[in-house]
């Protein structure tokens, strides 16, 4: 059994990384086995080396331990790209020219039955982005025929409880709905978090993904895309997220509520961590 915290490099931990990470390593540790830390950097336009030493340093100074080595996304981007590539080449995928702004503006994606070429071509390691000229889109519709005969389901798991929740029905609705397809490669750095995230969690043999209520509704994706690619459907436990005053999701630019402040301001790693509840 296997669980981990995938925390993104685009600031600084707060308390709000401080519960996350209570929360997945005690979920662990109740059930003794191991946590892993993935830094989920593939966002080059948010995340920075920087904010990567410092989680380590920050987790380590609270206390937590986590086996080496430690998986950094942007590593791998030829991984994702060729999950990417596998959706493609199945026929469920297609390029999509459409901004947000023009989302906004009302327009919706279509799949015109573009095939996506050329998308492996133009990078060979691990290291680089794809380039793309435009981002690619799974076609929601298409895929759920694709799987119709089939189970999209997955258990949340809360404290002694398991409901099994059905992801097809959340994701037709969203068909009837006509909401935009989701993208899975982002036009700016080639790939995108649904699918690094899926496959790591399939590659890494994660048995429960412990996370923030706020990507609960990307799940039921998330299980779609574990079954176009015969990957199996861990079990998730999604935690509440920890607010501030104010009722937003702590973020950065809450600045005392920062690891670093903190611990400078002379508070101990026990004290943070009691801080760090709802
Ligand atoms: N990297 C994501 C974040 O920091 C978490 C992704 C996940 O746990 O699935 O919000």
């Not at 600031?11 to 709000?16: A, P, S, V, Y």
């Not at 995108?192 to 790591?200: C, F, G, K, L, P």
Request: proline share 4%.
């Amino acid at each position: 059994m296997v669980t981990r915290f995938a925390p993104s490099p685009t600031g600084r931990l707060h308390l709000g990384h401080a519960f996350a990470a209570k929360v997945a390593f005690n979920f662990s540790k109740n059930q003794n086995f191991n946590c892993l830390l993935r830094i989920e950097d593939i966002d080059h336009t948010r995340c920075t080396n920087k904010y990567t030493l410092e989680i380590y340093q920050e987790l380590d100074w609270l206390g937590f331990d986590w086996p080496l080595p430690v998986k950094v996304q942007s590593k791998h981007y030829y991984d994702y790209a060729k999950a990417i590539k596998n959706l493609c080449n199945l026929g469920l995928a297609y390029e999509c020219p459409l901004t947000r702004g023009n989302i906004r503006d009302g327009l919706l994606p279509i799949n015109k039955g573009t095939i996506v070429k050329g998308y492996l071509d133009n990078f060979k390691d691990g290291n680089s982005k794809p380039n793309i000229t435009n981002s690619i889109r799974l076609d929601l519709k298409k895929s759920l025929q694709y799987v119709k005969d089939q189970e999209l389901t997955f258990i949340e798991t809360g404290s002694g409880t398991e409901n099994k929740v059905n992801s097809k029905i959340a994701l037709m609705n969203a068909v009837e709905n006509n909401k935009p397809d989701p993208i899975i490669a982002r036009k700016d750095i080639g790939v995108s978090y649904h699918i690094a995230v899926t496959y790591d969690d399939h590659y890494q043999k994660i048995t429960h993904v412990v996370r923030g209520y706020d990507l609960y509704e990307s799940t039921h994706l998330h299980v779609l895309i574990q079954k176009l690619s015969n990957w199996r459907t861990p079990k998730y436990h999604h935690h509440p997220v920890l607010n501030n005053e104010y009722g937003d999701k702590l973020s950065k630019r809450g600045l005392d509520t920062t690891i670093r402040s903190l611990r400078s301001n002379g508070l101990t790693a026990q004290q943070v961590l009691d801080m760090a509840t709802l």
